[in-house]
């Protein structure tokens, strides 16, 4: 189980642990409250039913990835990702499929209604995606575990979160040396069942040495006297600048929500 | 004081030919002890025995002067007897240097100060001043190799199993390894296969052949 290690007192802030890295303000907020804020903010998006919120939101979005210093970069591929999902929903989703009156013959047919929902889709995701990237992409990734642990998230799910972030590492520079001696034994892929039966011997052997890597590394943990407690040494200091980040971000959401369902309140 | 002691211990991995026959193998308080053999023979295993990572199949193993048969036995034996792993990436499983450091010690019940004293003292010892905030899979493999030694150290035992310790370190970081080594007060057991590193790091070196020790 992951329990906090005992919180250090307050003066002990010289020690170089509880400095983090700090490029940008957005770097610098707790990360606590950038969960929180993330985590509410897509919710809301996600639960709007028309367009004009979301729309807004997205103009949120933009400001909250230029204040993020991030730079265009870090968005750019992952806009990239994103939509190219999102391109798939413009395709299919305008069109409807029916009977013809005949019945038997299948009738395809424009749908003006499922091209406003694309549209509607390509809004929240994209809204959304911009402000979790501006937001966590500008912690440090353990700081956001340690963030999750301290906000009281399943101890067992953070730990795994850790260990995951920590070995896929380890299993994509594995990985990669396969590879590597395939290739340098002049494996070309192909599409034939040469390339398929190595392709799948490859993904077993990292299976099996993953499972061993398991062992050993459980082993070592043993050895080092682990008895079920993951520690958490990072502590986050609760400063000005979070409160009035979390005041904002918190008003955002509401004014957001109040575009969305204002009317119905006061009617 | 002798702290492990194999009374003839047998063992074999699932449908191998045996490794280890017969095997008599003891460390004490105060002795360093380097351990040759050629590979297969069976020294990782020889270690994993000792700590209770493998059960042999026959014979004894006694920590600390009590015989020790299940996973309970042996944890008062980790405490005092640290293992550094072959591949430091099997050791290494935090996210940050001082997390890993901190692990064993937070695990022995020390708190988070005194756990953090650790940190700094262990890695300023071998070095590796700063490293703290580093993430662990961004070290390169010598740093890793000596933040995996950091970890077994700042649990301050009275002896350490090192599995080929001085491997894929260069001659400033091996030189750094040994002088921390010598200038230390632990006893050990030590695996290598460089034979002028363990007669000069060890008081007596054997050889692991055909399943046995030879002095």
């Given at each position: 189980m992951a329990r906090p290690s005992?919180?250090?007192?307050?003066?002990?802030?010289?020690?170089?642990?509880?400095?983090?890295?700090?490029?940008?303000?957005?770097?610098?907020?707790?990360?606590?409250?950038?969960?929180?804020?993330?985590?509410?903010?897509?919710?809301?998006?996600?639960?709007?039913?028309?367009?004009?919120?979301?729309?807004?939101?997205?103009?949120?979005?933009?400001?909250?990835?230029?204040?993020?210093?991030?730079?265009?970069?870090?968005?750019?591929?992952?806009?990239?990702?994103?939509?190219?999902?999102?391109?798939?929903?413009?395709?299919?989703?305008?069109w409807r499929l029916g009977l013809g009156p005949a019945g038997g013959q299948i009738t395809l047919s424009y749908n003006p209604q499922g091209l406003a929902l694309a549209g509607l889709i390509t809004l929240k995701a994209n809204a959304i995606f911009l402000a979790v990237v501006a937001l966590l992409g500008s912690s440090q990734i353990n700081?956001?575990?340690?963030?999750?642990?301290?906000?009281?998230?399943?101890?067992?799910?953070?730990?795994?979160?850790v260990l995951f972030y920590r070995y896929?590492?380890?299993?994509?520079?594995e990985y990669l040396r396969l590879r590597q001696a395939m290739a340098v034994r002049c494996f070309t892929p192909g599409s034939n069942l040469h390339t398929y039966r190595s392709l799948a011997q490859l993904i077993g052997v990292l299976v099996l040495r993953s499972l061993d890597r398991s062992e050993r590394v459980y082993q070592a943990m043993l050895c080092r006297g682990f008895a079920g407690t993951f520690w958490l040494l990072d502590h986050f200091h609760w400063r000005r600048r979070d409160t009035v980040f979390c005041s904002l971000g918190g008003a955002a959401i509401l004014s957001l929500g109040l575009v969305q369902w204002g009317g119905t309140l006061w009617n | 004081m002798e702290l492990i002691r194999l009374q003839g211990v047998d063992f074999a991995y699932d449908g191998r030919p045996p490794v280890l026959r017969g095997l008599d193998f003891s460390l004490s308080a105060g002795q360093r002890l380097g351990i040759l053999g050629p590979n297969g023979a069976g020294k990782s295993t020889l270690f994993m025995l000792c700590l209770g990572l493998l059960r042999p199949q026959a014979g004894a193993v006694y920590g600390l002067g009590r015989a020790c048969r299940e996973e309970r036995d042996f944890r008062a034996l980790r405490r005092e007897v640290g293992y550094l792993f072959q591949d430091p990436e099997d050791q290494l499983f935090s996210l940050t240097v001082a997390e890993d450091v901190a692990f064993g010690p937070l695990n022995l019940g020390l708190g988070r100060e005194r756990a953090l004293e650790l940190v700094d003292g262990t890695l300023g010892k071998l070095g590796?001043?700063?490293?703290?905030?580093?993430?662990?899979?961004?070290?390169?493999?010598?740093?890793?190799?000596?933040?995996?030694?950091?970890?077994?150290?700042a649990m301050q035992p009275r002896a350490v199993l090192l599995d080929e310790p001085s491997n894929g370190l260069d001659e400033e970081r091996s030189a750094t390894l040994e002088r921390v080594l010598m200038d230390s007060e632990l006893s050990w057991a030590m695996v290598s296969h460089d034979r002028a590193f363990l007669e000069r790091t060890c008081q007596r070196v054997l050889v692991l052949k055909n399943g046995r020790l030879q002095g």
């Open positions: 005992p919180p250090a007192p307050r003066q002990a802030t010289t020690h170089p642990l509880d400095h983090a890295p700090a490029p940008g303000l957005a770097a610098r907020l707790d990360p606590r409250g950038k969960v929180v804020v993330a985590l509410a903010y897509s919710l809301l998006l996600a639960l709007c039913p028309g367009p004009l919120a979301p729309a807004l939101g997205l103009g949120f979005s933009l400001g909250l990835a230029v204040w993020s210093g991030l730079g265009w970069r870090v968005f750019w591929r992952r806009a990239l990702a994103v939509n190219a999902f999102v391109a798939f929903l413009w395709l299919f989703l305008p700081d956001i575990f340690h963030a999750l642990a301290h906000l009281r998230l399943p101890a067992k799910l953070v730990t795994l979160f896929l590492h380890v299993m994509r520079r | 590796l001043a700063g490293f703290q905030r580093r993430v662990t899979y961004h070290l390169s493999g010598g740093e890793k190799r000596l933040v995996s030694l950091a970890t077994v150290l």
